[in-house]
């Protein structure tokens, strides 16, 4: 069995970016050389989904204000930002950004990783199906680890 993982780093612009990893991914494949077998896509960030969708704008808009009805982030009240009570998942580091409505996203999306089959050394994705990194808070620096297994 042939195994591969790489890293790759990438910086946001916004929130709600639609981030195509699509050709990040194929590469990732040929260079495993794997024929047969699965490529996963991973986002180790809470803030982030990977999502599997068209790219297309209208439905890129579409789904940035989807995202802003669900958990807006101005004008809502969300008890992770308030320092107030809050008491875990503090940064020593800095200051906290108010991201509550990110983090309520992620877990309406749990889309943390993506499996996609690999037949033929192709990746077996419809025809407008993409692989995107979605940006959940704000422009930050962000890494998606690709593995790809099989023969």
């Known amino acids: 069995m042939k195994h591969r993982f790489e890293n790759h780093d990438f910086v946001t612009s916004r929130g709600s970016q639609l981030l195509d990893l699509t050709e990040d991914v194929r590469s990732v494949v040929d260079r495993a050389e794997v024929t047969n077998g699965m490529a996963l896509v991973y986002s180790p960030h809470t803030t982030c989904a990977i999502v599997i969708n068209e790219k297309e704008r209208g439905f890129e808009q579409d789904f940035a204000d989807l ?85």
Request: aromatic share 6%.
């Open 67 to 151: 995202l802003a009805e669900l958990a807006p982030c101005e004008g809502k009240y969300y008890r992770h930002d308030d320092l107030e009570i809050r008491t875990e998942g503090l940064d020593p580091g800095g200051p906290e950004p108010a991201n509550g409505h990110a983090h309520c996203l992620a877990g309406i999306l749990a889309s943390s990783s993506q499996a996609v089959p690999v037949i033929d050394g192709n990746l077996m994705l419809g025809r407008w199906q993409r692989i995107f990194l979605c940006e959940l808070d704000s422009s930050r620096p962000r890494k998606v680890f690709i593995q790809v297994i099989g023969d």
